[in-house]
Structure formats: structure tokens, C-alpha cells
């Protein structure tokens, strides 16, 4: 008799992202902090964090936090599972559940350590996808989210969406203006086309493993500083 097989997936064959969660740049008066203390008021959580994702580096970094607990000490980094990742990659529509059965909430730093017994989490979507995610905590009380604070992690996910898209926005457009710049101070000292400035920016930021932004701007550095005065190595020695 002839019996289907069927490939499901490996966890291996997932993509594991790196979350960090004590780093929380965002100041106070900013539409994310703002945004953020409002949804963590109307929800009663005691914890709430945005994660901004870096798709490329596959990286979540918290870039906002609200906690009426006390806040961990040190920086906190966890590599989700593969399944875990997908399952934060794909979410669509706000989802809780409890870390003590569901496994994927088990996973999130903010379960780690503060021990919450109900997790709520939203996505942060974009017009090219996912942005980040929200995450709102309860250790003690009602531990359950109500459809009522569904609904506001809902609209503060749109919030905070547009926040995110928009400080995205800026950011590339920062680092359009350092990559130009550097381009015209190379095609300067080395008297370099535009596209060889270019190609000389992206293999030195292969070779070195460091952003071509980060390059820029340590170009950008140097030509601010002028170049370094070399030192006489003795008594009489003249300074080129």
C-alpha cells in the first residue's frame, strides 16, 4: 500500500532572531514612549517594550520600555528558537497567551525576567512588513487581556508603526547624506570617480565587516580632524 509522506518543516531550516531587551533608546518625549506609556495605562500591564526589527542583522532591539516592576540590572540577549522567530514574523493581528503553556511566550526576555504570567504581543507592520513588535505584561491581578485591551494594543501598534516608519525614514535619509558626503571626500583625496568611491566604500566595509554608514562617517571624522601630525623621533628631527 502506498502511504504519503509529507516534509515538515526543521527547526534549523527557520532563521533565529536575536532579541535584546534591556537597551531602550527612545526618549521620554518621544511618540514611542509616549505612545507606549498610554497603551501600558488603558491595558494595566506592568510591562510593556517595542522592539524595532532589523531584518537584515535578524535582530529585535528594545527601543522603548514602561515598567512598573523593578527593571533588570544588566542587558539581556536570547536567541529565539527558529519556530519561535517565524511565529513573530508572521503574526498579523495581536495575540496573548500564558508563558506556563504556551511555549513561544516562554521565550520572550521579558518572561525571563520578570516571571509574567500573561504576555500580549503586536506586531508592528509596515508597508515592506514587519517593523517590530509590542509586548504588554501582567505577573499579578486579572491576568488575562479583555477584547477592550486588545483593541488599544491594536491602535497603539498603528502608532506606533507610523513612529517607526517614519524615524526609519529619517535614518535612511541621514545616511544617504554621510554616504554622499564621504563619497565626495574620497573622490577628492583619491581623485576617484563617483561609482569608484563607491566600490572602494563597499569592499573596505566587506573587508572590514562594518556597516558602509559606519565607514562613512569615520571617513567623514577623519577629514573633520585633518590628518595626523606625525612626531620627530629625536632632538632635531623635522615634522613632515
Known amino acids: 500500500m502506498y502511504l504519503p509522506t509529507y516534509d515538515f518543516p526543521m527547526e534549523h531550516q527557520f532563521r533565529r532572531l536575536l532579541i535584546h531587551s534591556a537597551s531602550a533608546t527612545a526618549d521620554i518625549d ?40 523593578p527593571s533588570p540590572e544588566t542587558d539581556f540577549d536570547a536567541t529565539l528558537s527558529g519556530s519561535a522567530s517565524r511565529w513573530l514574523e508572521d503574526l498579523t493581528e495581536p495575540v496573548q497567551g500564558k508563558p506556563s503553556r504556551d511555549q513561544f511566550f516562554q521565550e520572550l526576555p521579558e518572561v525571563v525576567q520578570h516571571g509574567l504570567e500573561c504576555v500580549l504581543v503586536a506586531p508592528l507592520a509596515g508597508v515592506e512588513g514587519l517593523l517590530g513588535i509590542l509586548v504588554l505584561g501582567r505577573r499579578s491581578g486579572s491576568c488575562e487581556f479583555d477584547a477592550e485591551a486588545v483593541g ?46 563607491y566600490l572602494f566604500l563597499r569592499g573596505e566595509s566587506r573587508r572590514r565587516r562594518v556597516p558602509m554608514v559606519e565607514l562613512a562617517r569615520e571617513i567623514i571624522e577623519t577629514q573633520f580632524r585633518g590628518p595626523a601630525v606625525r612626531r620627530p623621533r629625536g632632538p632635531g628631527k623635522r615634522v613632515d
Not at 47 to 56: F, I, K, N, S, T
Open 30 to 69: 518621544s511618540d514611542l514612549t509616549i505612545a507606549l506609556f498610554g497603551s501600558v495605562v488603558k491595558t494595566q500591564a506592568e510591562v510593556g517594550v517595542v522592539y524595532r526589527l532589523d531584518a537584515e542583522a535578524g535582530r529585535l532591539e528594545a527601543v522603548a520600555r514602561q515598567t512598573t516592576l
Open 152 to 197: 488599544v494594543a491594536r491602535r497603539s501598534a498603528s502608532l506606533l508603526s507610523a513612529a517607526l516608519e517614519r524615524d526609519s525614514l529619517q535614518q535612511k535619509l541621514q545616511e544617504r547624506k554621510l554616504m554622499e558626503r564621504a563619497k565626495g571626500i574620497l573622490q577628492s583625496r583619491r581623485r576617484l570617480s563617483e561609482h569608484q568611491a
